[in-house]
T-cell receptor, first 115, second 111 residues
């Protein structure tokens, strides 16, 4: 089991550019979550999917952010246009509904820096 | 809404026992989880409490009191590698499968 795989690990981009973050959940997991972590705001849920369907996107900051899950093995988080305040670590996590303990498995994260 | 409180920092020495508390406010409490995160790393799931009482996993134990809206993580026989941030996270059945994370407690283990 390779775990949750995120790419890229680091991304530095200029303000106004489009950024796409990628996530491959653990095979068979039916829930996928996107979190953002900053010193000021901690770990915040952006959006989560169940069986590829977005369930709750109330945490998406604004229209500049969008997320998709075209199939069970792939999800993207896109920021367009990016702004310096978007600088953060973005985590993807997955879990299986029937999994005992309700634990998420997090990916290694993408550290985004917008200059 | 939901809110969680944890101490921001805790310091202890190797071999000691430390308790990290978490209090929460939520209308439809379902369960409490704990995660560990080392600097530069990803959060790692430690434990889950859905019912009152103590859950033990090796050197780590987690406790929940639903009536007091309170839980704690107990770390025994502290090791240097336990230096990390620890997050409690609450699931509210009004909010589906999502867990809301607390602000985190940074544990420093001294030699």
């Amino acid at each position: 089991d390779a775990g949750v795989i995120q790419s890229p690990r680091h991304e530095v981009t200029e303000m106004g550019q489009e950024v796409t973050l990628r996530c491959k959940p653990i095979s068979g997991h039916d829930y996928l979550f996107w979190y953002r972590q900053t010193m000021m705001r901690g770990l915040e849920l952006l959006i989560y999917f169940n069986n590829n369907v977005p369930i709750d996107d109330s945490g998406m900051p604004e229209d500049r952010f969008s997320a998709k899950m075209p199939n069970a093995s792939f999800s993207t988080l896109k920021i367009q246009p990016s702004e310096p305040r978007d600088s953060a670590v973005y985590f993807c996590a997955s879990r299986l509904y029937d999994q005992g303990g309700y634990g998420y498995t997090f990916g290694s994260g993408t550290r985004l820096t917008v200059v | 809404g939901q809110s969680l409180e944890q101490p921001s920092e805790v310091t202890a020495v190797e071999g000691a026992i430390v308790q990290i508390n978490c209090t929460y406010q939520t209308s439809g409490f379902y369960g409490l989880s704990w995660y560990q995160q080392h600097d530069g790393g990803a959060p790692t799931f430690l434990s889950y409490n859905g019912l009152d009482g103590l859950e033990e996993t090796g050197r780590f134990s987690s406790f929940l009191s639903r009536s007091d809206s309170y839980g704690y993580l107990l770390l025994q026989e502290l090791q240097m590698k336990d230096s990390a941030s620890y997050f409690c996270a609450v699931r509210d059945h009004n909010y589906g499968q999502n867990f809301v994370f607390g602000p985190g407690t940074r544990l420093s283990v001294l030699p």
